[in-house]
């Protein structure tokens, strides 16, 4: 089984409108500081690099289909600015930001100013109010989870100017996964589990395949993808462990391919620009049901010479790693049939009742 691996990352600007001074002045003092009368948002566009699997355009991310990739629906949201001087003799300026729908730009709830004189390291975060952790039901609205901050490491520097720009990028990481050959209309549910945690993602509209998006810590590893379906058939264990330690501004782009959840690909797509990697992988495979007679069992001789006893239970329903692949012989207690036609594990409910 293939993976490919490929990064693209975008980032936004924030240009901070600010009082203005012709002073130069090199002087510690209260007169050299420039007020900040308002913080304007722009998004930058993406850039991208484009791997030799496939075209980024493949996956949402950084689409007009993707939500985290505008500032629309962050007006309620607060910018928090800290600007420091790295000589320490000026002391820290820090404030919030809120949205001013009049202006289009953001205005503090407090003075803050900016020494006018020399570079500053800056920090900024922009978040929804009251934001601590991320939520880990996200079904319903992912854009709410994607804190966005300076594109540092944890600070940047810039020069006080009429408009400095600042540019920001996504403060988590994110996955970004489609099912392929699996009808959307079975599906009942899918579920991400991080360690132990579990998570909802978004399902995004109007995609050609089920694709979902879930913003999630940065350091995670190995998520694990479960699907339920109306059919009754669970699909355990999909664990794309080639994902390790996930980064800052992040998207991670896999999909899992046919009705056993294999995986079929996975693309690791910076927010930002990266290079393309590609790798050998295997995954765990989703286990079969089998469905005959409730408290019935049948024993399954496989082509690779192993065999397997399963019960079904009260549901007429038995779910488990099969032995094997495909299936030449079946004993019960009413008929020991050994199959003209083989049956092919290559479907996830297998119904055993005409065996019996």
């Given at each position: 089984?293939?993976i490919y691996?490929?990064?693209?990352?975008?980032?936004?600007?924030?240009?901070?409108?600010?009082?203005c001074?012709?002073?130069?002045?090199t002087?510690?003092?209260?007169?050299?500081?420039?007020l900040?009368?308002?913080i304007?948002?722009?998004?930058?566009?993406?850039?991208?690099?484009?791997?030799s699997?496939?075209?980024?355009?493949?996956?949402?991310?950084?689409?007009?289909?993707?939500?985290?990739?505008t500032?629309?629906?962050?007006e309620?949201?607060?910018?928090?600015?800290?600007?420091?001087n790295?000589?320490?003799?000026?002391?820290?300026?820090?404030?919030?930001?809120t949205?001013?729908?009049?202006?289009s730009?953001?205005?503090?709830?407090?003075?803050?100013?900016?020494?006018?004189?020399?570079?500053?390291?800056?920090?900024?975060?922009?978040?929804?109010a009251?934001w601590?952790?991320?939520?880990?039901?996200?079904?319903?609205?992912?854009?709410?989870?994607?804190?966005?901050?300076?594109?540092?490491?944890?600070?940047i520097?810039?020069?006080?100017?009429?408009?400095?720009?600042?540019?920001?990028?996504?403060?988590?990481?994110?996955?970004?996964?489609?099912?392929?050959?699996?009808?959307?209309?079975?599906?009942?549910s899918?579920?991400?589990?991080?360690?132990?945690?579990?998570?909802?993602p978004?399902?995004?509209?109007?995609?050609?395949?089920?694709?979902?998006?879930?913003?999630?810590?940065?350091?995670?590893?190995?998520?694990?993808?479960?699907?339920?379906?109306?059919?009754?058939?669970?699909?355990?264990?999909?664990t794309?462990?080639?994902?390790t330690?996930?980064?800052?501004?992040?998207?991670?782009?896999f999909t899992?391919?046919?009705?056993?959840?294999?995986?079929?690909?996975?693309?690791?797509?910076?927010?930002?620009?990266?290079?393309?990697?590609?790798?050998?992988?295997?995954?765990e495979?989703?286990y079969?049901?089998?469905?005959?007679?409730?408290?019935e069992s049948?024993?399954?001789?496989?082509d690779?010479?192993?065999?397997q006893?399963?019960?079904f239970?009260?549901?007429?329903?038995?779910?488990?790693?099969?032995?094997?692949r495909?299936?030449?012989?079946?004993?019960?207690a009413?008929?020991?049939?050994r199959?003209?036609?083989?049956?092919?594990?290559?479907?996830?409910?297998i119904?055993?009742?005409?065996?019996?």
């Amino acid at each position: 089984m293939k993976i490919y691996i490929r990064s693209i990352l975008y980032a936004c600007t924030i240009g901070l409108v600010t009082g203005c001074s012709d002073s130069t002045r090199t002087e510690d003092t209260a007169d050299e500081q420039v007020l900040l009368e308002g913080i304007a948002l722009t998004l930058q566009e993406p850039v991208t690099t484009t791997p030799s699997s496939r075209a980024t355009s493949d996956y949402v991310v950084n689409t007009e289909n993707d939500p985290t990739g505008t500032l629309t629906g962050r007006e309620t949201w607060e910018l928090d600015v800290i600007i420091y001087n790295a000589d320490g003799s000026f002391g820290s300026q820090s404030g919030t930001f809120t949205w001013d729908s009049g202006n289009s730009y953001w205005i503090p709830t407090t003075d803050i100013f900016f020494p006018n004189y020399t570079q500053q390291e800056v920090q900024v975060n922009l978040h929804p109010a009251g934001w601590t952790t991320i939520d880990p039901d996200q079904s319903t609205d992912i854009l709410d989870q994607d804190v966005l901050i300076e594109n540092g490491d944890t600070s940047i520097t810039v020069y006080p100017a009429h408009i400095p720009e600042i540019e920001v990028k996504h403060a988590h990481s994110m996955l970004d996964f489609r099912l392929a050959d699996i009808d959307g209309t079975e599906l009942s549910s899918v579920s991400v589990e991080i360690d132990n945690v579990t998570y909802e993602p978004y399902e995004v509209s109007g995609t050609t395949l089920p694709e979902y998006l879930l913003i999630i810590p940065v350091g995670s590893s190995s998520p694990v993808i479960r699907v339920s379906t109306t059919g009754g058939a669970n699909y355990f264990q999909t664990t794309i462990d080639k994902i390790t330690n996930t980064a800052v501004n992040t998207c991670y782009c896999f999909t899992l391919q046919g009705l056993e959840l294999a995986l079929a690909e996975i693309m690791i797509q910076n927010w930002a620009t990266g290079p393309g990697i590609s790798g050998d992988y295997t995954s765990e495979t989703s286990y079969q049901t089998f469905r005959g007679p409730a408290g019935e069992s049948a024993t399954l001789f496989f082509d690779n010479g192993l065999e397997q006893t399963i019960v079904f239970d009260a549901q007429g329903e038995y779910t488990g790693k099969p032995a094997g692949r495909t299936i030449i012989h079946i004993i019960t207690a009413q008929n020991d049939t050994r199959l003209d036609t083989p049956i092919v594990l290559g479907t996830t409910i297998i119904d055993l009742s005409s065996y019996f």
